[in-house]
Structure formats: C-alpha cells, structure tokens
C-alpha cells in the first residue's frame, strides 16, 4: 500500500519547489524490498528510476520493509524551466 503527499499542493509564481513523500506500507507477511519506478508531475515524467535524467532524487532510492512496517520516501520536486518542458502545455 503506498500514497503521496506534495506540499505546497497548488504552485504559484512565488513557489520554486514543492516538496513531496510517498509512504509505503507493508501488508504483507514476509519482507519486501521497495522502489521508487516512475514519479509523473503534473501530467509529465519527472522520475525513471531506468534513466539518469531525471528532475528528482529519492531519498531513500529504496526500502526494505518488514511486514506490518511503513516507511517514507521523499523528494523535493524543482519549479523550473526543465520541468516546464517535460509537462504537456506547460505549468500556468
């Protein structure tokens, strides 16, 4: 089970980053090793955990999670003018 927080949710023009966690949790009865694969912001790709160009980094880039255990990933996500061309028709 995982779900994603972003703060601050709406960006305006004085907002440079917006800040970001995934918490996951561990449903499960054995352990399960976690990644980040894909993270879309904004209807555009921010985040391939497969190529090396991407707008955010993990932190952690993985978990290790024992059942009955969560943990959180984050990452800062930057309002700049590379993000403005991986979103289709830009951020207004």
């Known amino acids: 089970m995982a779900w994603m927080t972003c703060s601050p949710e709406f960006v305006s023009e004085d907002v440079d980053s917006v800040s970001c966690r995934i918490e996951v949790e561990n449903l499960d009865s054995m352990p399960v090793d976690i990644w980040i694969t894909d993270v879309y912001f ?15 980094a993990p932190n952690p880039e993985s978990l290790m999670l024992n059942p009955d255990y969560s943990e959180i990933f984050t990452f800062t996500i930057p309002i700049n003018g590379e993000l403005q061309k991986r979103v289709p028709g830009g951020l207004k």
Not at 42 to 56: F, H, S, V, W
């Open 42 to 56: 904004a209807g555009g790709k921010i985040y391939d955990r497969t190529e090396g160009d991407n707008l955010i």
